[in-house]
């Protein structure tokens, strides 16, 4: 059973900072891709950020450059790091995994199979 909980939201002005946690309990699977996707109001949910077993990243367009996705392996902990932080960046994040190997990039939300239940972000100009 996987266990995926995020933590780090809240509101913050545009050209602020937030830190997004999601703390991963995965005994006895294995992931081998994570990923933070966001939904923003009245919108499809898109990928924004992975990080795969490897060390390897992908990064969506929009957020090159500003956002930085890593893991805590000690703590089990999956964080994105957002800066520069836009209004159209506000939107539900969500972390999650993927306990096969996928294709390379930002993939669609159906490849992924544990999720957690979702972080509020809002930016304000």
């Known amino acids: 059973q996987v266990h995926m909980v995020e933590s780090g939201g809240g509101s913050v002005q545009a050209g602020g900072s937030l830190r997004l946690s999601c703390a991963i309990s995965t005994c006895p699977v294995r992931l081998y891709c994570m990923a933070w996707f966001r939904r923003p109001p009245g919108k499809e949910r898109e990928g924004v950020a992975r990080?795969?077993?490897?060390?390897?990243?992908a990064y969506a367009d929009s957020v090159k450059g500003r956002f930085s996705i890593s893991k805590d392996n000690a703590k089990n902990i999956l964080y994105l790091q957002m800066n520069r932080l836009k209004p159209e960046d506000s939107a539900m994040y969500y972390c999650a995994g993927a306990h096969n190997p996928l294709l390379p990039g930002i993939v669609d939300d159906l490849w992924y199979h544990h999720w957690g239940q979702g972080i509020q972000v809002s930016v304000s100009a």
């Open positions: 990080l795969d077993s490897d060390g390897v990243t």
